[in-house]
C-alpha cells in the first residue's frame, strides 16, 4: 500500500472516530463534535487585551522549521503532524485549538480568499474523498508561503502556497490600528514605501512581514540609505559595522544588503524572543538587555522606539 493510500484511510480512520463522540450537549440540538469545532476558542490572549498578533503566530511557528512529521504526534521535542503542529503553535500563545485538522478548520472566523489572508492564519485543504472535511491544515506566513507538517517522511519546513486553500480561517482577533504593542502586520511594504521591492523580497524569504521591515527602516534612517549615527551605525537598517559583518552585509550603505540584512537580524530576535514588540526592543537595545530585563527594557529610548515602530506597522 502507498504513502498516499495509508495516508487516505488514516484520515477516513480520523473521520469515523469522531462520531463516537457523545451525539448531543445537554439542552442543544446540535452535535458535540459540531459544537466544538465550530465553538470560538477562548484564548488568554484575547483576555489579555489581544496582544498576539500574527507575526507571533509566525514566529512561534519557525521554531519547529526541521522537527519531524509524526502521524498523531504533538509533542514539540520528537515529532507533530500537521493539525498537532497547528495545535502547539496556538496553545503556547494561549489559544485552545481543537486537536484534528477539520476542527481546527471550523474555529475562528472565516477569510475570503488568500489574497485577504494574513500572517498566523490557518490554510486547510480537502484533498481525500474518503472522508468528511479538511485533512491539511497548515499556518500562513504571507507571501504566497506557509509552514506546515507534511506527511511521513518529511520535516516542518516552509514552502509555497500549493494551491487555492478549501479553507482560510482567523483565529486571533487583529486589533485596532496605531494601538502601541497589538497593531496587525501586513505581510508588504504599503505603497508608495520607498524601496519597496527591496523590502516586499526580504519579506518573502525571511518571513518577516514587510510592513515591519519598512517601519524599523523609516524609525531608524528615514529611508536614509547613507544615515550614520553617533554610535557609528550604518545605513538604511542602521546595522552597527559588527552586526553587519556577522550577517554578512559587506556594504550596509547598499539598499539591498541593508534590507536583507536588517530583515534577517529582525526574524532571528522574532525567534529568540517571540514577539514582535521584544524583538524590537532587543533591535535598539540589544538582546542581552531584553534577556537581563526579561521584557522590554525600562530605557526611555527603547521604549518610546517600540511603541513608534508599533504604530506604524499597519
Known amino acids: 500500500m502507498s504513502i498516499e493510500n495509508v495516508t487516505a484511510r488514516i484520515s477516513e480512520l480520523q473521520a469515523r472516530l ?30 489579555s487585551g489581544g496582544t498576539v498578533s500574527g507575526a507571533d503566530v509566525v514566529a512561534e511557528a519557525r521554531k ?10 504533538t509533542d514539540p521535542t520528537k ?8 495545535q502547539v503553535v496556538y496553545k503556547s500563545l494561549g489559544y485552545d485549538l481543537p486537536r484534528v485538522s477539520y476542527q481546527q478548520a471550523a474555529s475562528g472566523r472565516p477569510v475570503a480568499d488568500l489574497a485577504q489572508a494574513q500572517p498566523g492564519d490557518l490554510l486547510a485543504w480537502d484533498n481525500s474523498s474518503r472522508n468528511n472535511g479538511v485533512d491539511h491544515i497548515a499556518i500562513y506566513i504571507g507571501d504566497g508561503k506557509m509552514i506546515e507538517a507534511p506527511r511521513t517522511g518529511l ?36 505603497t508608495g514605501t520607498p524601496y519597496a521591492d527591496l523590502i ?6 525571511t518571513g518577516v512581514p514587510g510592513s515591519l521591515i519598512a517601519a524599523v527602516a523609516r524609525q531608524e534612517s ?37 534590507i536583507d540584512g536588517g530583515a534577517r537580524l529582525l526574524r532571528s530576535l522574532l525567534d529568540r524572543f ?29 521604549q518610546n522606539y517600540v511603541r513608534t515602530v508599533m504604530a506604524m506597522v499597519s
Open 18 to 47: 469522531a462520531q463516537f463522540a457523545p451525539a448531543r450537549v445537554s439542552g442543544s440540538g446540535s452535535g458535540f463534535a459540531t459544537e466544538l469545532a465550530g465553538a470560538r476558542v477562548a484564548t488568554t490572549g484575547a483576555a
Open 274 to 302: 517571540g514577539r514582535t514588540e521584544l524583538a524590537l526592543a532587543a533591535y535598539n537595545a540589544g538582546p542581552g538587555a531584553v534577556s537581563r530585563y526579561g521584557g522590554i527594557p525600562p530605557y526611555r529610548e527603547t
Open 155 to 190: 520535516d516542518i519546513r516552509v514552502v509555497d502556497v500549493p494551491s487555492t486553500p478549501d479553507v482560510i480561517r482567523r483565529i486571533i482577533d487583529q486589533p485596532a490600528a496605531g494601538t502601541a504593542g497589538t497593531a496587525p502586520v501586513s505581510a508588504r511594504a504599503a
Open 79 to 86: 515529532g507533530m503532524d500537521c493539525s498537532g503542529l497547528v
Open 200 to 205: 516586499d523580497a526580504a519579506a518573502a524569504r
Open 64 to 73: 519547529y522549521l526541521g522537527l519531524p512529521y509524526v502521524w498523531g504526534g
Open 222 to 258: 528615514g529611508f536614509d540609505p547613507r544615515a550614520v549615527s553617533s554610535a557609528g551605525a550604518q545605513g538604511l537598517m542602521q546595522l552597527m559595522p559588527g552586526t553587519a559583518r556577522g550577517l554578512g552585509v559587506t556594504d550596509p550603505f547598499d539598499p539591498a544588503q541593508a
